[in-house]
């Protein structure tokens, strides 16, 4: 299991690059492109979120 700070910064890079192609299909009007960048940018949001989850659950047993 990786720590919170590489499952945000996965994340960040799947939401950028994610967006990214979406820009490229979107540029080029290639509808399977902009819905392979729209899913990245999603696993990208989810992983980002992992990442927080991990933080907070971690901050939440430091404190017990």
Do not use: P
């Not at 994340?11 to 967006?19: D, R, S």
């Not at 509808?31 to 971690?58: I, N, P, R, T, Y």
Request: proline share 0%; hydrophobic share 20%; no cysteine.
């Amino acid at each position: 299991m990786g720590n919170s700070t590489e499952d945000k910064l996965k994340g960040k890079l799947n939401e950028t690059v994610g967006k990214g192609k979406q820009g490229v299909g979107e540029a080029t009007d290639d509808d399977s492109m902009k819905g392979e960048g729209k899913a990245q940018e999603g696993e990208g949001k989810l992983q980002g979120a992992k990442g927080e989850v991990k933080d907070k659950v971690k901050k939440g047993v430091d404190k017990a």
